[in-house]
């Protein structure tokens, strides 16, 4: 209990402090709305596909290019072909929510590379890990994958289930009967004495003390609408498991990118203030020598060591927030807390003009990049195909069956044993014909279509979010970008600003006040810059999962 709060804690605190008070405010993609009652009951496993399945009205279709109602072209990743194919859904041919050409794994768009970041060269204890290899990992151990690949496994021993049900149904069945008080008929007496009186009846035994009787039998289905909408329903199915595990794949690569950046961003920042606390060495040993030559006062030494003892302090809280964030990563990729691992890769210094080309406008989006989305398509799939497995109740059924066996019946049980059986076969039709249920099935398809029309509706609503998620990715993402542009030529800035005044100083026509603010401002300086970094970073993950492009795998 004590783990998960302090990871709860370390999520929301990290990027405050590792970004210090430069940090910006995010505008936060909206949280996917429900998609109403789920409309088959798919997602349980093991329930029948077939049960709860309504009629195809098409009310859900892909806007390809622009958003509805807008005729805007939504942004997207650039450097995607544009051709127009539908993406593949067949499990067959290829991975659900794959892009058109998108060949690697997690795109995150940062780079020339596929995740932006380049080789750190760092030896450490503990496996290493890739940006991408850490995904892979995670999508691996999480436990959620697991449970939805459990899913994916109970699922298809369902359909296997219903597919059993056309084959031969064949059964063996025995009894054997003690007949302890074997019951009476009366019949009338000159049956067997022609001489007594016709209004006389006699009690009668019929049947023997010990029966016994072994058979076998097998039926096989001829005719059954309602099999074969089963059937049918049994590949779409198979196709909602499959969607609900890379539901959760992208789930954990979007947890585990944002970890492994925020661990990336807060190494940085520690090289950053190594280089910072070097650099006011150097300069407190330069005050010291010319604090003994009499040039400058004590008071200007002691300044400086203030600030050195803070940075000291500060140094210190981001190593243990490093190592804090290290716990988060692992715990996201499904490790051990105590595991020791090393990250492989680092930030790539890019150029503000490459990055301003990862927000271009891209027509070739489709809502069925978006899992949830293809997800919600399946799921009214299979409400359509439930209403049609209703209304093939009202159909006839036929099947044929065939017995064979033996049976005896002796007044002991040794001669039950002893004496031959005698055989009996049947074989036959069975045909089945609804007539009136009581209206049974009419409601029972009134409240599927019901089911049918809010799944519809929720599919309105969830293009409406995608269009918000994506506008408002792109503006957050265009902010984020300005706001690190504006941040790195601050940075930039501040360094000339503090090489200036240190040379004043050192002239004798500056002041150590001078020196101390300008040192201030460059730290605040390079603290706002990591700040607007982790938040391009960050904004830029919620804009490839906003266009169903963060994670494409297997």
């Not at 021993?157 to 063996?172: D, N, W, Y």
């Not at 519809?456 to 970008?481: C, H």
């Amino acid at each position: 209990m004590k783990t998960n709060n302090l990871l709860f804690v370390a999520a929301l605190w990290l990027p405050g402090v590792w970004l210090g008070t430069g940090a910006r405010a995010q505008a936060q993609v909206p949280t996917q709305p429900s998609v109403g009652q789920q409309p088959t009951g798919a997602a349980p496993s093991g329930q029948q596909p077939g049960a709860q399945q309504p009629a195809g009205t098409g009310a859900i279709v892909a806007q390809p290019g622009t958003t509805p109602g807008t005729g805007v072209s939504v942004p997207s990743q650039p450097g995607v072909n544009t051709q127009t194919e539908v993406p593949s859904i067949n499990p067959s041919t290829g991975p659900v929510n794959l892009q058109p050409n998108v060949i690697t794994n997690f795109n995150s768009g940062l780079g020339l590379a596929p995740t932006g970041l380049i080789p750190s060269g760092q030896k450490g204890a503990g496996r290493s890990f890739t940006l991408q290899e850490a995904i892979d990992f995670a999508i691996n151990q999480n436990i959620n994958i697991r449970n939805s690949k459990l899913d994916g496994a109970s699922a298809e021993a369902r359909i296997r289930e219903i597919k059993s049900s056309a084959l031969p149904q064949v059964s063996i069945s025995s009894s054997l009967t003690d007949n302890v008080i074997i019951q009476k008929a009366f019949l009338p007496a000159n049956t067997f004495d022609p001489t007594a009186p016709a209004d006389l009846s006699i009690p009668v035994k019929f049947g023997v003390n010990y029966s016994a009787n072994a058979t076998a039998s097998v039926n096989q289905v001829i005719y059954s609408a309602s099999l074969n909408v089963g059937l049918r329903a049994a590949a779409t199915y198979r196709e909602l498991a499959q969607r609900n595990l890379q539901s959760s794949k992208v789930t954990v690569a979007e947890q585990v990118a944002k970890a492994y950046y925020g661990v990336l961003v807060a190494l940085e920042r520690a090289n950053l203030l190594d280089y910072n606390i070097g650099r006011l060495d150097t300069l407190l040993k330069e005050t010291g020598a010319m604090n003994k030559q009499g040039f400058v006062e004590r008071l200007d030494v002691q300044r400086l060591e203030v600030q050195a003892n803070n940075l000291q302090a500060e140094r210190q809280n981001v190593q243990n927030l490093i190592e804090l964030s290290y716990t988060l990563l692992k715990y996201q990729m499904g490790l051990g807390i105590n595991d020791e691992i090393t990250l492989a890769e680092q930030l790539q210094d890019r150029n503000i003009d490459e990055l301003r080309l990862l927000i271009s406008p891209d027509p070739t989006f489709k809502y069925s990049s978006r899992i949830e989305y293809s997800t919600l398509e399946t799921q009214i799939k299979l409400a359509e195909q439930d209403i049609e497995l209703t209304q093939k109740g009202y159909f006839p059924s036929l099947s044929a069956f065939a017995n064979y066996g033996y049976n005896s019946g002796r007044n002991t049980l040794g001669q039950l044993i002893t004496a031959p059986w005698l055989n009996f076969s049947t074989i036959g039709l069975s045909l089945q014909v609804p007539i009136f249920d009581g209206f049974q099935k009419k409601y029972q398809i009134v409240q599927k279509r019901i089911t049918l029309q809010k799944a519809q509706n929720s599919g309105e609503l969830l293009r409406n979010s995608i269009d918000l998620q994506i506008r408002q990715s792109s503006i957050t993402l265009k902010n984020s970008l300005q706001t690190l542009q504006t941040q790195q030529r601050n940075r930039d800035l501040a360094q000339e600003i503090v090489r200036v005044t240190q040379i004043k100083y050192k002239e004798g026509v500056g002041s150590s006040i001078e020196v101390l603010n300008a040192e201030s401002s460059l730290r605040e300086a390079q603290t706002n810059y990591f700040a607007s970094l982790y938040d391009f970073l960050i904004t830029k993950v919620d804009q490839d999962r906003s266009l169903g492009r963060l994670y494409v795998g297997n």
